[in-house]
């Protein structure tokens, strides 16, 4: 198999070991929730254990996320130099009967990347080849000296050899077992195997395929026979598997078991890793530990933050009630904005004279000039009311204003948090993360942010009815009818009055005539002002529907959040925090269940160890 197969393998269904990242990342998530919300008392508790455990937790990850090392044993000649090279996807030691013994030295073959922590290399002199081949990504091969081996010169055996395979054996998590059908039957590294086999998966690898008979049901009997468990032995080419790497070539059947096997070894066994390490242990009783914190605060929080909608809503309803008072207190304000503008905008006839005739004599009446009040009145006078500036003495004169503004007194203010304060203690929520401290803490504090937003709202309704009124006012076939009507009554007056004087008094030379001037001056007089009402009222149809919307859309506008905000944002936070936790149980508890999958491996049967080394 190429590097390049083994890669796409693993970015198939089947990742290589997901176990390990989800163990990662599940430490590093339950430390960074720990810290996500200093100042709540339980949660400063949670964050000081997971803080005092993080060394723990830090190792735990490393060791989980330790790559798999693959121990390549076998005789002198068996073929593992050239396995290690398959599988690695490249020639990365050296294989060959020319220069025997080849292997003198351990090999370890491990990705550019890879650690190599807790493989004691100085302590098996090893050789470290480092190779950029993706393919040992997660592992970690290790081209082991030969057991069999003779000396360079001819001599015995290389001393110091089974010394080092003794040392190396106990640091691989997986062994490859390489042996060929002329050296099964003196499996010389059988009496080291047997010590380190139990507990430690073993692969059986014929190799030699191309070359040789398979062996392989002689070989199982012979292991059953040794005390090995042996429920499949791999039988490859090493040769030919090289070869197909090089060209990139499928790999053959035999091959591709053998990697299919290793890589399900790797999954199966960060997941071992992490049940059988202390790491889940702890992350379960910090988990643990933390739910015996904040299982009796679930109600406590889960209530203060429904108190707090539920102080909103009626807040809100006492603002909202406050502005429709303002916004109906302020009808005389709207109906002089009306006058003003019909007689601003209706110029230019009969009618449109008399109603500023009008408006020029109700002036002379009233001699003090028009004095805007109220927030509305204000604002329909031209005024844009502004915040008022804060006051020295904070608190209390931002309270006091906001009385006056808006109609939300600081009683009721201070009934909802007073409410608050009892349920957020019981949620062990308590100053400074709440409480009046921190709403007289910014610079010009939440009541004046209420204040500011809600003149701002007001306002910009305002000026919108405002505006409805001046589109109705500037409504042309209507003014023309009144006009027409004014005009009519006019034309009748004059026609009259006309009539009287030349046909009466001059043709008929009667006196008395003359008083109907007056008269019909009286009459012009009752015709306008009525007309005037009429249009006004006209003018002013709908302005209470129009009032009521501007009061319906104050409860999407947020507008008291801030007088509560302390509460909202603490209690919001604790509820969200407790939630988390259970969030990271369900993880936990996934990657501490589960069965390990470990088929095709062979073992040693417990309790065989000395069959093994007695036959050995
Ligand atoms: N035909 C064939 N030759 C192999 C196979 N494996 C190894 N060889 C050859 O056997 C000789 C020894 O191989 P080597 O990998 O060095 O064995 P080691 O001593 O166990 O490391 C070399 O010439 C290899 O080319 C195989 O599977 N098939
Ligand atoms: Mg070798």
């Known amino acids: 198999m190429t590097a390049d197969a083994m890669c796409n393998d693993r970015r198939g269904d089947e990742p290589l070991a997901p176990a390990a990242d989800q ?10 929730w720990a810290g996500s919300m200093p100042g709540w008392a339980p949660a400063d508790e949670i964050a000081r254990r997971v803080g005092a455990a993080t060394p723990r937790l830090t190792a735990a990850v490393a060791a989980v996320s330790r790559p798999l090392v693959v121990g390549v044993i076998g005789g002198t000649g068996t073929g593992k130099s050239t396995l290690v090279n398959a599988l690695a996807g490249r020639d990365v030691t050296l294989a060959g009967d020319l220069m025997r013994p080849t292997t003198l030295r351990p090999v370890v073959v491990a990705a550019e990347e890879a650690s190599l922590e807790g493989v004691p290399l100085e302590a098996i002199d090893a050789e470290v080849v480092r190779t950029p081949s993706e393919a040992l990504a997660e592992i970690v091969l290790i081209d082991c000296p030969d057991p069999d081996t003779q000396g360079r010169a001819g001599g015995d055996a290389a001393p110091g050899n089974r010394d080092r395979l003794e040392r190396i054996l106990p640091v691989c998590d997986v062994l490859l077992v390489v042996s060929t059908a002329q050296k099964y039957r003196s499996f010389s590294v059988a009496e080291e195997l047997a010590l380190f086999a139990p507990g430690r998966p073993m692969l059986f690898v014929q190799t030699h395929a191309s070359r040789d008979a398979d062996i392989r049901d002689d070989w199982a009997a012979e292991l059953a026979r040794q005390g090995y468990a042996v429920p499949n032995i791999f ?44 790491g889940v242990e702890l992350v379960g009783w910090l988990l643990e530990q933390a739910a015996g914190r904040l299982e009796p605060l679930e109600q406590p929080t889960a209530a203060c933050a429904e108190a707090v909608s539920r102080e909103t809503t009626r807040l809100e309803a006492v603002l909202a009630e406050a502005v429709t008072d303002e916004l109906g207190r302020a009808r005389p304000a709207w109906r ?19 109603l500023r005739g009008v408006s020029m004599v109700a002036g002379w009446f009233r001699r003090m000039p028009r004095s805007a009040t109220g927030l509305v009145g204000r604002v329909l006078a031209g005024e844009s009311p502004g915040i008022p500036a804060a006051a020295d003495s904070r608190g209390d004169a931002e309270r006091g204003r906001l009385d006056a503004a808006i109609g939300l007194d600081d009683a009721e203010v201070e009934q909802s948090r007073s409410i608050l304060v009892g349920l957020a203690a019981r949620a062990e929520i308590v100053p400074p993360r709440v409480g009046r401290a921190r709403l007289e803490a910014s610079a010009d504090g939440p ?5 500011g937003r809600t003149q ?29 009507l004014f005009g009519m009554m006019l034309a009748a007056v004059v026609l009259r009055a006309g009539l009287d004087f030349f046909y009466g008094r001059l043709w008929q030379g009667n006196d008395s005539a003359g008083g109907l001037l007056t008269e019909a001056a009286i009459w012009l007089l009752l015709w306008g002002l009525a007309l005037r009402w009429a249009a006004v009222a006209w003018a002013c149809r709908g302005l209470e529907a129009d009032i009521a919307t501007v009061s319906d859309s104050l409860r999407s506008e947020d507008l008291v959040a801030p007088l509560l905000d302390d509460f909202r944002t603490a209690a919001d936070a604790s509820v969200a925090f407790i939630a988390r936790r259970d969030e990271l149980t369900t993880r936990w508890r996934e990657l501490a269940g589960g069965e390990p999958a470990e088929e095709g491996l062979g073992r040693l049967r417990v309790g065989q160890a000395q069959v093994a080394s007695g036959s050995g």
């Open 23 to 32: 163990f990662a990342g599940l430490v590093e998530d339950l430390t960074n």
């Open 235 to 278: 039988r490859i080419d090493g040769v030919e598997a090289c070869r197909r790497g090089r060209e990139g070539l499928p790999p053959s059947e035999g091959f591709a078991e053998l990697t299919a096997a290793i890589r399900r070894e790797l999954a199966g066994r960060a997941a071992a890793r992490i049940r059988r390490g202390s």
């Open 336 to 354: 002089r904005l009306v006058v003003d503008e019909l007689e601003e905008q209706w110029e230019g006839g009969p009618f449109a004279a008399f």
């Open 447 to 451: 009541v004046a942010a209420v204040v």
């Open 456 to 484: 701002a709202w007001l306002t910009a309704g305002i000026r919108r009815l405002a505006a409805r009124r001046r589109d109705r006012t500037a409504h042309r076939g209507v003014r023309l009818l009144f006009e027409l």
